[in-house]
């Protein structure tokens, strides 16, 4: 039973969300989604069909880097069944360049749908549209393109050396951004400190969540209408739409963007704006729909990589008890040859400055540099993974050279449970939390008391094997303030955050909800029809939520999309609000025709009542019939103030963060997990073989438990196969070695191993709700592998310094003599 | 282009109970058959090189990739796809339903090659152990749910089925 005390009561405070929802929040029901997708009724991008559609194939380079000096494309539009091909050039002349959000002097390279000069090997530099697939394909082989090849640069911090290729010569060098964070003081710490820890390099390596389901589009541009129709998996529709109307001179009416189901997407499916202008403007010149679908090749070469990033000369001061002061670096990431989403990521790793930790002095010189291999997009813990294992690398780094019990250690330097809300060194508020208990219940998963024990009798058994104890964490930091953004560039227009909702009662008394997010397997049907069902006294089962991003429901705001872990905040508060909307406008409605108080209304089951009588009451179609299709029943007062079609806009309490000194509350929540696991590493072969797995997760108040833990198992399992067996290698001329899932080893169901899990609850202060996002929990398995390897290697061994560690990296590891590429200095 | 690759070939197939004739060109693939030529779309494609599974199917009852069979070889064959699991308005399979109670399907796009390799393993191996069921799937790659709760899945619907079983001969 739903009570309400107002009519109008919808500005909420956190107590009275929270007593609204539980009937059905915080129930694992099963999914609403599941059961067109079981039966292959799910409508993926490349299952759309447009009449009189074509078929579009691109043209790439296979040079790493090279100047165009000439395209011909006489010879495929001579192919019968070709409808149109173009340029770059060509392209270039009909579209502006697109939005840039980098500061000068990356602000100044000009970008257009393809490319002018091949950048890395996969570059678009032609497009064809034809009848069919196979036309298409085969008609761009006929494109004669003439390549000056040039020399490459496949290394972030060679890119920053001036004697190195520069990609594009408008900038003068290869620089995407750079600053200096700097927090508390470091040189005072370094001075003042017991030990100081130097490592010379750790190195992140490259890879992506490679969705099953590849890009896709299918875009018309009506030439009756003049607007664009867009059927695409995009993830991030209104980023998309804010930089293609400008490009393509179009107003953002007329862009209309729709789907339903995406095979998955990680961040990796961001940055579709290039394809998505080049399919607008092809479709312009033929008259015709547009349709792509990418190959997993060019997937692979193209659709765009994780952040690489190296870290240099490492200082970590710590004294005598073992209090970790901080820490000084500089860091190099690889943005690839294009800043499609870049250079975001130079703000968004400062999120989690600190990790989990209580480091008061930091200082990071932070270099983005341009190189010819796939631009990067973000990839499940965007940014912050990459800086959080090195910051479990420095922690479990520490432990080793200064004999700390690892998990003694790591204990005295979290942030304790009475310390939140924490702020970090850079202004950022972590909301709750309890880590030293999350850490406990990891290695109660893995029994750790007894994976010492087979540690010490496994190593004095002299059966050529090891084992290897692990620890990691991701701070998972959901509903970003996009304030931040100008830290990076303080031009930028961007601030705070938000997601909008529509739910509506249709005429013969239907609830449905339509979300302003894109959904990638999240279950967002589920768990938001789940808050609607219990505030506006229903089922899930009667909340139809409809499926999909459809620009043309009004349920969005420039934010909307699925990406950075908020929907569980943003999205589900967006539902939230649109409900209450909705009940204060049934309970009006009610009230005049039972001729009674609003505050009377009871809603339950479908029915408004007078304070729960069942004789006094009317059903929810006749509320819908009321406004629909009877007001001369309804005193105008009321008729004229409700819809019962009700929007609502769910906006986080951000400020802007300060650019100069790079402070503010970059994001309103800190998910975290903390994973323990043991490890057997094979003497002879270098093979690692995981043993036993536990992954403990906190994101507050959980809508579905059940898919929180699924989101658990799936950012575990792309850990682990980016620590061991995900890697995207280049070649010195920028070939890509492996642009296949024969060469990119995407791991199986017998390569992730079995994950035990637990959980802890808690409540975000900060959220109407209780939640916290909790998507990105990715990162973790790549220290927690890396710090058991280092636990297998043993005392003095070389410091396990790549987050990628394939058999013949930990072969060479164990058979180690030289520079252990770590060094201690002891006052 | 040669003039191989254009030749039009004549298949007919039977799929999932219902007789077919169509043209395809020789180097159609028979993924390619089903979703375009026939509208089929509940088969996927995911990797176009016979690693991912998403376009699994059963054909004359072998577990097949159809993106590493031209639809012309498909020719005289019998195919059952995930359509052919459980009618279109009808109720979940057994195998089905478990996926959706252990939530086993997140973007559900490898959902319908895993449910053809699950159910392929099940028909066979009825009561397999965790480690038959990890490699009865590793021909499927799914990117969402790190494999347990799909592993959690195949196992629920074998002990239903062992119950039902059980249930019916006693």
């Given at each position: 039973m739903t009570d309400f005390?107002?009519?109008?009561?919808?500005?909420?405070?956190i107590e009275s969300v929270q007593q609204e929802l539980g009937r059905w929040t915080g129930k694992s029901i099963?999914?609403?989604?599941d059961r067109r997708l079981l039966k292959g009724q799910g409508q993926f991008v490349d299952d759309a069909w447009m009449f009189r559609q074509g078929y579009v194939h691109f043209l790439r380079s296979p040079h790493g880097h090279a100047n165009i000096r000439s395209i011909d494309t006489t010879k495929a539009e001579a192919?019968?069944?070709?409808?149109a091909t173009m340029t770059g050039a060509e392209m270039a002349e009909q579209c502006e360049p697109f939005f840039r959000i980098a500061p000068d002097p990356a602000a100044r390279i000009e970008e257009y749908?393809?490319?002018?000069?091949?950048?890395?090997?996969?570059?678009?530099?032609a497009v064809v549209l034809a009848e069919t697939r196979e036309l298409a394909r085969d008609a761009a082989e006929l494109i004669e393109v003439d390549y000056e090849p040039l020399p490459a640069v496949v290394d972030a911090v060679r890119a920053a050396d001036p004697r190195s290729p520069v990609?594009?010569?408008?900038?003068?060098?290869?620089?995407?951004w750079h600053g200096i964070y700097d927090y508390g003081d470091i040189d005072w710490a370094l001075e003042n400190a017991d030990h100081v820890v130097r490592i010379d390099r750790l190195h992140f390596h490259r890879f992506s969540s490679t969705p099953l389901e590849c890009q896709g589009a299918l875009v018309n541009w009506d030439p009756g209408t003049d607007q664009i129709e867009i059927l695409s998996n995009i993830q991030f529709p209104m980023f998309a739409t804010q930089v293609l109307g400008p490009s393509l001179g179009?107003?953002?009416?007329?862009l209309l963007w729709r789907y339903q189901?995406?095979?998955?997407?990680?961040?990796?499916?961001?940055?579709?704006y290039p394809q998505i202008a080049a399919l607008a403007l092809i479709s312009r010149k033929a008259g015709r729909p547009a349709k792509w679908t990418e190959y997993r090749s060019e997937h692979m070469l193209s659709c765009g990589m994780g952040n690489e990033r190296t870290f240099l000369d490492i200082e970590v001061p710590v004294m005598r008890d073992g209090t970790i002061l901080g820490f000084r670096m500089r860091a190099f990431d690889d943005a690839g040859a294009y800043l499609h989403y870049e250079p975001l990521g130079a703000v968004i790793w400062?999120?989690?400055?600190p990790g989990c930790y209580r480091f008061k002095h930091v200082n990071v010189d932070y270099t983005e540099t341009l190189t010819n291999k796939c631009p990067t997009v973000p990839n499940r813990g965007y940014s912050r993974l990459q800086h959080l294992w090195m910051i479990e690398r420095l922690v479990d780094t520490v432990a080793h050279e200064l004999e700390f019990d690892p998990v003694q250690l790591r204990k005295l330097n979290y942030v304790q449970?009475?310390?939140?809300p924490y702020e970090t060194p850079n202004g950022c508020i972590y909301d709750s939390g309890d880590l030293p208990l999350t850490l406990d219940k990891a290695l109660a998963l893995i029994d750790y008391p007894s994976a010492r024990e087979r540690q010490r009798s496994v190593a004095s058994s002299g059966a050529g094997k090891r084992i290897g104890i692990g620890i990691g964490s991701t701070l998972?930091?959901?509903?970003?303030?996009?304030?931040?953004?100008r830290i990076i560039n303080?031009?930028?227009p961007f601030s705070g955050n938000g997601e909008a909702a529509t739910v509506r009662l249709d005429l013969y008394g239907e609830i449905f909800c339509t979300l302003g997010s894109s959904p990638t397997g999240q279950g967002h049907e589920t768990t938001a029809a789940q808050v609607v069902a219990d505030i506006l006294g229903a089922s899930p089962a009667d909340v139809r939520v409809h499926a999909g991003f459809n620009k043309?429901?009004?349920?969005?705001?420039?934010?909307?999309?699925?990406?950075?872990?908020q929907f569980a905040v943003t999205g589900i508060n967006a539902a939230i609000g649109a409900a209450r909307l909705l009940r204060a406008e049934i309970a009006t409605v009610a009230a005049a025709a039972l001729q009674?108080?609003?505050?009377d209304i009871q809603l339950e089951a479908g029915v408004a009542s007078y304070r729960g009588d069942g004789e006094r009451a009317i059903p929810l179609i006749g509320i819908a019939n009321l406004v629909?299709?009877?007001?001369?029943?309804?005193?105008p007062e009321v008729a004229d103030g409700v819809s019962l079609n009700c929007r609502y806009v769910y906006r986080p309490p951000f400020q802007v963060p300060d650019p100069v000194t790079k402070?503010?509350?970059?994001?309103l929540t800190y998910a975290v997990q903390i994973h323990a696991c043991v490890i057997e590493l094979d003497e002879q072969t270098g093979q690692v073989r995981i043993l036993d797995y536990g992954a403990v997760d906190d994101?507050?108040?959980?809508?579905n438990p059940q898919i929180v833990e699924g989101q658990v198992h799936g950012a575990t399992g792309l850990g682990v196969g980016a620590a061991l067996y995900e890697a995207f290698n280049y070649s010195e001329?920028?070939?890509?070695?492996?642009?296949s899932f024969y060469d990119y080893h995407a791991v199986t169901a017998l390569d992730v191993p079995a994950i035990k899990t637990d959980h802890l609850e808690s409540p975000s202060p900060f959220t109407p709700n209780g939640a916290k996002g909790m998507g990105?929990?990715?990162g973790a398995p790549l220290a927690t592998i890396c710090s058991a390897i280092q636990d297998a290697l043993g005392?003095?061994?070389?410091?396990?310094?790549?987050s990628h560690n394939p058999p013949e990296r930990v072969w060479r590891l164990l058979r180690s003599t030289g520079a252990r590429g770590v060094e201690v200095q002891t006052r | 282009m040669s003039s191989d690759a254009a030749a039009i070939h004549a298949v007919e197939v039977t799929i999932n109970g219902e007789r077919y004739e169509r043209p395809a060109l020789a180097r159609q693939l028979l993924v390619h058959f089903l979703r375009?030529?026939?509208?089929?779309?509940?088969t996927h494609i995911g990797?176009?090189?016979?690693?991912?599974?998403?376009?699994t199917v059963i054909c004359d009852g072998r577990l097949t990739k159809?993106?590493?069979?031209l639809a012309a070889q498909a020719d005289g064959c019998e195919i059952t796809t995930?359509?052919?699991?459980?009618?279109?308005?009808g109720d979940l399979t057994p195998l089905q339903a478990a996926f959706n109670a252990e939530h086993?399907?997140?973007?559900?796009?490898c959902t319908p090659g895993m449910l053809m390799s699950a159910s392929f393993l099940l028909e066979r191996n009825p009561n397999p152990s965790e480690h038959e069921i990890r490699r009865g799937l590793k021909g499927n790659i799914c990117?969402?749910?790190?494999?347990e709760n799909i592993v959690r899945a195949v196992q629920s619907a074998a002990r239903a089925a062992a119950a039902a079983t059980a249930k019916g001969n006693s």
């Open positions: 005390t107002a009519p109008d009561a919808v500005v909420e405070t099963p999914r609403k989604e192919v019968p069944g070709v409808y749908p393809l490319a002018l000069k091949a950048r890395f090997q996969g570059d678009a530099v990609l594009h010569e408008e900038i003068g060098s290869n620089l995407a179009v107003g953002q009416d007329q189901d995406s095979g998955g997407a990680f961040g990796n499916k961001i940055a579709m400062s999120q989690v400055v449970p009475e310390d939140y998972d930091s959901g509903t970003n303030n996009f304030g931040q953004a303080p031009d930028l043309e429901h009004g349920a969005y705001v420039g934010f909307s999309g699925t990406y950075a872990s009674c108080e609003g505050a629909y299709a009877n007001n001369a029943e309804l005193p402070r503010g509350n970059l994001t994101c507050g108040n959980r809508i001329a920028g070939q890509l070695l492996n642009a990105e929990g990715g005392p003095g061994a070389e410091l396990v310094s790549d | 375009d030529t026939l509208g089929l779309r509940g990797c176009d090189t016979g690693n991912c599974g998403a376009c159809s993106c590493m069979l995930v359509e052919g699991l459980a009618p279109a308005r086993g399907v997140q973007c559900g796009y990117r969402c749910t790190g494999y």
